[in-house]
């Protein structure tokens, strides 16, 4: 793993840091091959928009970041996981102190495979306080993802108020009555997602991107999950109902679309001498 900490090379941060006591920051998660970065506009942009909930001023840290990340690219190899965090800086209390706020970019081999499918539970009540923003503060995510692991699952699937919302770390697609339906109200704006449900419209599906109720996930012909470290991932089995998996039409049809478009949204990031 290698990183910059406020653009220099680091690989930690001082103890009073409200990202490591609170959880007090945002981040993002990239994903590079060799130079070419996913997305990298969409995810500053989210990350500009996560601090903005939070009340945290980006400012300098969207071009520090963009050029951290072109210069860790460039010391990398292969397929790269890449981590952009911005805390508020240091202070103790709940208060926020009048501190600079910090960055951390990291860069580490992205650890390949993962099922091709998914066993979900599903699992009630938001963690996250802040749905909209990617906020450091995970801990009932984890707990969550704990819940599915002991019952022999691989993800859990939020519910909220009667209505299916996202993964512990994905965004929610199901197909119901031949639509897909893409819930995101109190979820994350995945950006997986997005370029998604761009292909699926070009392909001719029809998509939905309204509320999911519980009762219609559950009488879903196909449930998938998308993320930035996963791609697209159907599900096997949501509770106790078994799911397509891999041979969900659907399914099949978007993790070839993915497949296939991904290329289109990998651009090279190069390191400016300015
Ligand atoms: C809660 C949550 N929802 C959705 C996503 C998917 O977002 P993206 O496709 O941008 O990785 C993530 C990614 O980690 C997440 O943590």
């Known amino acids: 793993m290698i990183a910059l900490v406020d653009g220099a090379p680091a690989t930690e941060v001082p103890v009073a840091d409200r990202g490591f ?23 500053l942009a989210r990350l500009a928009r996560s601090a903005a909930l939070l009340g945290i001023e980006p400012g300098r840290h969207l071009a520090g970041a963009r050029a951290d990340v072109a210069r860790l690219v460039g010391a990398a190899s292969g397929r790269t996981y890449l981590r952009v965090v911005l805390t508020r800086g240091d202070g103790l209390g709940l208060d926020p102190p009048p501190a600079p706020s910090r960055r951390v970019v990291l860069a580490a081999p992205a650890v390949a495979g993962g099922p091709s499918a998914l066993r979900a539970i599903t699992a009630h009540g938001h963690p996250s306080p802040v749905p909209t923003a990617k906020t450091l503060s995970r801990a009932g995510h984890v707990v969550h993802r704990l819940r599915a692991r002991a019952a022999g699952a691989d993800e859990a699937i939020i519910v909220e108020d009667g209505l299916a919302r996202e993964a512990t770390a994905a965004n929610l697609l199901a197909v119901v009555d031949g639509v897909l339906r893409a819930p995101l109200d109190r979820a994350l704006a995945g950006i997986t997602r997005e370029i998604v449900l761009r292909l699926a419209r070009a392909s001719g599906m029809r998509v939905d991107e309204g509320d999911l109720p519980e ?5 879903a012909s196909e449930v998938i999950v998308t993320s930035t470290m996963r791609g697209v991932v159907p599900l096997s089995g949501l509770d106790d109902r078994l799911l397509a998996g891999v041979e969900g039409a659907a399914g099949r049809a978007l993790l070839r679309a993915y497949a296939d478009g991904l290329a289109d949204h990998m651009a090279e990031v190069h390191e400016t001498t300015s």
């Open 21 to 43: 006591g609170y959880g007090d920051g945002v981040f993002e998660v990239l994903l590079a091959e060799g130079r070419r970065v996913r997305a990298l506009d969409m995810h």
């Open 215 to 219: 009762v219609d996930l559950r009488r």
